[in-house]
């Protein structure tokens, strides 16, 4: 009889059981679906004696099968203002990033093997601001189910597959109910744990979930960076040529 029960469990277990990329992959297509999106941002960079600095900027992203495409155009304050962010992403090889510095007047592309470095002195690097793609990273084995607070949560690692990567792995936690991803632990190259990324006030446009709030929480120096979006649209028909290299210097 225990045997048998055993059995049972095991099995209940086993049907019950989901790896680590099938929870990546749901959660991928849940937020996948919005062809475009233009909102205004907030960013806000914190030091470790609690002072702020806050920056405004627009941002438009073009929905693509072999890679996004995005545009973050710095609105204010003066010092930044002007300031052009273009990302190309890219599945199978490494992300293409460029920076227009109005000051300098010229364009500079971001090198892969610098990828890890921070973005306008904030606490994300230029590989924080990469689109999440499932084909980036090794999952292994089945999501752990943990419990915070009251909440369920798919707990799980992934390890990035450039070579250029900042992360020697990182720790997702995902919402078991609606699959949205609520907090991610970037572990540096000395398998030290770097910094925390969490995931706030979600909202659903048009049936497609949309993040409203990111904060980046650097464990190693005590600063973080928070990211708002507001006034989000989605499907606006954004066009190719909005994201073409020479919009950078317009």
Do not use: C
């Not at 990828?115 to 084995?141: I, P, Q």
């Not at 708002?228 to 919009?247: A, D, M």
């Amino acid at each position: 009889m225990i045997q048998k029960f055993l059995l049972i469990s095991l099995i209940s277990i086993n049907l019950f059981a989901i790896t680590n990329e099938e929870v990546a992959k749901k959660t991928e297509s849940i937020m996948s679906g919005f062809e475009d999106s233009s909102s205004e941002m907030t960013m806000t960079l914190i030091n470790a004696n609690a002072q702020k600095r806050i920056r405004k900027m627009k941002m438009q992203v073009l929905e693509k099968e072999s890679g996004d495409k995005s545009l973050m155009t710095f609105l204010s304050p003066a010092d930044v203002k002007g300031t052009k962010f273009l990302k190309y992403e890219h599945i199978d090889k490494d992300d293409e990033q460029w920076l227009y510095l109005p000051a300098l007047k010229r364009v500079k592309r971001i090198a892969s093997k610098n990828k890890s470095g921070s973005f306008m002195g904030s606490e994300f690097s230029y590989e924080d601001l990469s689109s999440f793609s499932v084909d980036k990273y090794n999952f292994k084995g089945d999501a752990e189910v943990v419990t915070l607070d009251g909440i369920e949560f798919y707990k799980g690692q992934r390890d990035p597959i450039s070579k250029n990567s900042g992360y020697t792995k990182q720790i997702s936690w995902v919402d078991t109910k609606s699959f949205l991803i609520k907090k991610v632990e970037y572990y540096d190259r000395k398998h030290e744990l770097l910094k925390t990324a969490t995931f706030e006030d979600y909202k659903k446009i048009s049936n497609i979930w949309r993040v409203g709030k990111m904060t980046m929480l650097n464990h190693q120096n005590d600063k973080q960076t928070i990211l708002v979006w507001k006034n989000e649209t989605i499907r606006n028909s954004l066009k190719e040529k909005s994201f073409h290299k020479r919009i950078l210097k317009k």
